[in-house]
């Protein structure tokens, strides 16, 4: 063993002891230069930067770890939804497990509930339509209601609500995981940011414009149903809010709701509502009616005028009432006006002998013409004399 000239002991903090060929004395006090003072400092700040970075690192880790786990979730989900669901128990790897001497704490990821979340379909991306942003964010808080343990911090909410963004939607929410990652600690005010970047500025004002606008071209339900939409918008009274929904009403079911005394009728605006829905249901059941009783009347017309529609004359009737120069007998029956749907009743005796007497026409009784040659006649009249005609000057 070599040992260390004397003057070299103050190099390494030790006090040298003359004479002692063995080495410093362990006993002897210590002394250190501002030399080792600076080294042991670069060592110390060293230290603590490897100790921030690590503590960044699993930061960094936890929050990937976080955003795998949504996007699984989701996946499961819609897995569930095609009936294609694997096993979550056989499939699933463990989760994995670090352990550290960091001061920050990283949030566990167990969880504290075993039963499934239930299947749904998961919200539609959004991709940044002001008409759509109230409906995506009810969409979103029943989506986290549903998943329940499965997304136990507000953070995890808001990536989840972060998953489910596109287009310009994804890029703001990219941007503030950039600039301003501490709002995805709030669930509530997350959403708030979003309401104000992506809502409608005037959304009371445009609410009430709509509602007065709105009327019933489908049932009352459906109706009632896009009034309460636009409702949660404003602040206005039961009685205002009645008044407004009475009048976009369709007539029909107004007329019956007006059989009702206003004084019996409901003031609180949902009562009001299933009150309007009821007459609807009433009026639709009666118009039901009448399709029914219009096809009866309707067949029952048809059959009527059936039977009473007089026989087709054939070829030898009409040959035998004629003469023999062709002409129709007075008071013929088959001859049938052209204007009128009711055959002429054949002439009496009476009429015959009072026409021939005063030489007025036996077909009119108004010109002094033969009945072949009245002008009276209806051209369906002319058509058959010149068909008799034919057919006596044919048969001779």
């Known amino acids: 063993m070599t040992t260390p000239a004397p003057d070299q002991w103050s190099d390494h903090g030790h006090q040298s002891i003359p004479g002692d060929v063995n080495g410093p004395d362990p006993n002897a006090q210590a002394t250190i230069t501002h030399n080792d003072v600076n080294i042991m400092k670069g060592y110390f700040a060293r230290f603590d930067a490897f100790q921030a970075d690590t503590n960044t690192r699993f930061n960094e880790l936890s929050i990937n770890l976080s955003s795998m786990q949504s996007t699984l979730s989701d996946i499961s989900s819609q897995l569930k939804a095609s009936g294609k669901a694997p096993d979550p128990s056989s499939s699933a790897p463990p989760p994995p497990t670090t352990s550290t001497s960091t001061s920050a704490p990283i949030p566990a990821t167990t969880s504290t509930d075993s039963t499934k979340p239930p299947t749904f379909t998961p919200p539609s991306l959004f991709k940044g339509k002001v008409t759509e942003v109230e409906m995506f964010i009810h969409s979103v808080k029943d989506a986290v209601e549903l998943l329940g343990a499965t997304l136990p911090t507000d953070r995890k909410k808001g990536i989840y609500m972060g998953m489910h963004m596109a287009d310009s939607a994804k890029q703001w929410y990219n941007s503030i995981r950039i600039n301003e990652d501490h709002l995805l600690d709030s669930f509530a005010d997350f959403i708030e940011t979003f309401r104000k970047h992506f809502g409608d500025s005037n959304l009371a004002y445009n609410s009430a414009r709509k ?7 489908g049932s ?51 009562d009001y509502v299933q009150f309007a829905i009821d007459c609807d249901n009433r009026v639709h059941e009666r118009n039901e009616e009448r399709k029914d009783e219009s096809k009866r009347s309707t067949s029952t017309s048809t059959s009527n005028s059936n039977s009473n529609k007089p026989p087709k004359s054939t070829s030898s009737s009409t040959s035998n009432s004629t003469t023999g120069n062709g ?58 004399m010149e068909e008799a005609k034919k057919t006596s000057q044919s048969s001779q």
């Open 211 to 217: 509602l007065k606008a709105l009327t019933q071209t």
């Open 220 to 270: 009352t339900a459906a109706y009632a149903a896009r009034f309460k939409e636009l409702l949660i918008h404003v602040t206005w009274s039961e009685e205002s809010k009645v008044d407004q929904f009475y009048e976009g009403l369709r007539p029909t079911t107004k007329d019956l709701i007006s059989a009702t005394k206003r004084s019996e009728r409901p003031t609180k605006f949902l």
């Open 327 to 384: 002409s129709v007998y007075m008071g013929e029956p088959m001859q049938v006006d052209a204007t009128k749907t009711q055959a002429r009743k054949p002439l009496t005796e009476a009429e015959k002998k009072h026409r021939k007497d005063n030489g007025s026409c036996m077909y009119c009784g108004k010109c002094g013409k033969t009945a072949d040659t009245c002008p009276n006649r209806s051209p369906f009249v002319v058509k058959r």
